[in-house]
């Protein structure tokens, strides 16, 4: 079985990072992950571009080991699969502080990602009307402004990362089951020192 840990991809390029900032390369690489290994043509339904659009895509992220190929699962052997290559993506944004290419390339990603998210968030307020009463009422969203020192945000982002990780151990124990009535939820969190 894989460990979380080795299921990460630790970005270091400038160039990686802008790769991966293309909103439509987020949303490819987010789709991978969720729905398992696709074709082109696959995505491109979901993402209303055409399979060429998203092969180009597709090459980029895998260019800088994001996404690889997988295993055919159709009689087709022209249809080329992909997978992610990884569980996470991740990149320490103060070890780029000197490296001011490095540091507008995380930029760069770092506000694609927040725009990703919006999209997600907005996406769930236009569909919540469909959804069962339950599920809009176990739902969460907020945010507060605490004043700590640097040393309590740490501690606290690690306490998050080790609530989420059980959680994620809940998830992958649905998965594994195909549980019924478990639903993909997503789970968005930042603390970061106001400007």
């Known amino acids: 079985m894989t460990s979380r840990n080795d299921s990460l991809n630790t970005l270091t390029s400038a160039a990686s990072m802008r790769v991966l900032a293309h909103p439509t390369r987020l949303r490819l690489l987010g789709l991978l992950r969720e729905s398992g290994p696709q074709t082109a043509a696959q995505l491109g339904e979901v993402i209303d571009e055409a399979p060429g659009t998203i092969s180009y895509h597709l090459g980029k992220l895998a260019s800088i080991g994001l996404i690889e190929p997988a295993v055919t699962r159709s009689t087709d052997q022209r249809e080329r699969w992909w997978k992610a290559a990884t569980l996470l993506t991740n990149w320490d944004p103060a070890e780029l502080l000197d490296d001011p290419d490095k540091l507008a390339a995380s930029s760069t990603l770092q506000k694609s990602i927040a725009q990703a998210y919006a999209a997600r968030f907005t996406e769930y307020v236009d569909a919540a009307p469909t959804f069962p009463r339950e599920w809009i ?12 020192t640097v040393n309590e945000m740490t501690a606290m982002r690690t306490e998050l990362e080790a609530l989420v990780d059980r959680w994620l151990d ?9 549980a019924d009535g478990a639903e993909r939820v997503v789970l968005v969190y930042q603390a970061y020192r106001r400007p």
Not at 137 to 145: L, N, Q
Not at 170 to 178: C, P, Q, V
């Open 170 to 178: 809940k998830s992958d124990a649905h998965d594994a089951a195909r």
């Open 137 to 148: 009422a176990a739902g969460a969203s907020g945010d507060r402004s605490l004043l700590l």
